[in-house]
């Protein structure tokens, strides 16, 4: 099993930065693609970014690209999520998501470890 811990929530304001991070343990950090999902209050768990185990490969939600960049540092068994110019729409509790040998892409089933989650409140 691996553990998934995210940190870095709070409120912000429309316009601002954040910049998440998801601490892994448990198991070998660099067999594991990445996510980041959200969900705002009555919908559903959605995809926000994901990355594969080296780092080359990612992939965006197209309402966050150009805004939001996923890496990570398997030295220090971490993905981030850097989000800059956030909306209202941002809002939500964002979750981090690992998957075995995986891609790093949007196929939520294929993750089968998750974090507790993180709010991120972003006022208007």
């Known amino acids: 099993q691996v553990q998934l811990v995210e940190s870095g929530g709070g409120l912000v304001q429309a316009g601002g930065s954040l910049r998440l991070s998801c601490a892994a343990s448990?198991?070998?950090?660099?067999?594991?693609?990445m996510a980041w999902f959200r969900q705002a209050p009555g919908k559903e768990r959605e995809f926000v970014g994901g990355?594969?185990?080296?780092?080359?490969?990612?992939y965006y939600a197209d309402s966050v690209k150009g805004r939001f960049t996923i890496s990570r540092d398997n030295a220090k068994n971490t993905v981030y999520l850097q989000m800059n110019s956030l909306k209202p729409e941002d809002t939500g509790v964002y979750y981090c998501?690992?998957?075995?040998?995986?891609?790093?892409?949007?196929?939520?089933?294929?993750?089968?470890?998750w974090g507790q989650g993180t709010q991120v409140t972003v006022s208007s």
């Open positions: 448990g198991r070998t950090f660099s067999n594991y693609a």
């Open positions: 990355i594969n185990w080296s780092g080359d490969t990612t």
């Open positions: 998501a690992a998957d075995f040998r995986g891609l790093g892409n949007q196929d939520k089933k294929k993750y089968r470890h």
